[in-house]
């Protein structure tokens, strides 16, 4: 069955810092791979889709993912986390056909200043 | 491009009340739309798929009669809570698949925080 991992459930890093957020998947054929970031009480806000091609894609507000079949890997990666990056965030993968999400469980940033 | 609200954002509610969510795509035509609904701390877990003019596809687990979908438009899906209880209470949210040109995405609305008393 078609699953998604992310394995951190809560993360903490200093303002400025690195910041990889890992997101594992379980999955048949090539995937569509989804981040997106929500805010308290809001609703989800796409960063980034890989869907083919270049394996590292370039999302909104600084954020980048690395797509490794190798390791069924769409891992998001930040160079320097603002404080204003404090969220949830979801990784999620498209069911062919059907076009459902199936979304990981989310990994919730906190940043400290 | 592609936005996705909803209406409203927050309602509370008597037990055995009914209440109506819209969920609109604002600029696109959105042929299919999802609903979502979360508990705190959780993530989102999908309740059913509407397609415009035919009825919906619920998940297993989701009683149909109690969340109506109707998809009467291109750009306007509804999500009806039927006679509410405090275990409705919830956070729901839709989406909208994109635009021909972003059929695999699916853009989500702000979500609506309903509170039943």
């Known amino acids: 069955a078609q699953s998604v991992t992310q394995p951190d459930i809560h993360i903490t890093v200093s303002e400025g810092a690195s910041l990889e957020l890992r997101c594992n998947y379980s999955?048949?054929?090539?995937?569509?791979l989804f981040w997106y970031v929500q805010s308290p009480g809001q609703g989800l806000q796409l960063l980034l889709k890989?869907?083919?091609?270049?394996?590292l894609v370039q999302g909104i507000k600084g954020f980048e993912a690395e797509f490794k079949r190798s390791q069924s890997s769409f891992n998001l990666r930040k160079p320097s986390v603002h404080w204003s990056d404090a969220a949830e965030y979801f990784c999620?993968?498209?069911?062919?056909?059907?076009?459902?999400?199936?979304f990981g469980t989310g990994t919730r940033l906190k940043v400290l200043a | 491009g592609a936005v996705v609200s909803q209406h409203p954002s927050r309602v509370i509610c008597k037990s055995g009340t009914s209440v109506k969510i819209e969920c609109r795509s604002l600029d696109f035509q959105a042929t299919t739309m999802f609903w979502y609904r979360q508990f705190p701390k959780q993530s989102l877990m999908l309740m059913a798929t509407s397609n415009e003019g035919s009825k919906a596809t619920y998940e297993q687990g989701v009683e149909k009669d109690k969340f109506l979908i109707n998809h009467a438009s291109l750009t306007l899906s509804t999500l009806t809570v039927t006679s509410a209880h405090p275990e409705d209470s919830s956070f729901y949210i839709c989406?909208?698949?994109?635009?021909?040109?972003?059929?695999?995405?699916?853009?989500f609305g702000p979500g609506t925080r309903l509170l039943v008393l």
């Open positions: 989406s909208a698949r994109g635009p021909l040109a972003a059929l695999e995405t699916q853009y």
């Open positions: 999620a993968v498209v069911t062919s056909g059907t076009y459902k999400y199936i």
């Open positions: 890989y869907f083919s091609g270049d394996t």
């Open positions: 999955y048949g054929a090539t995937p569509y």
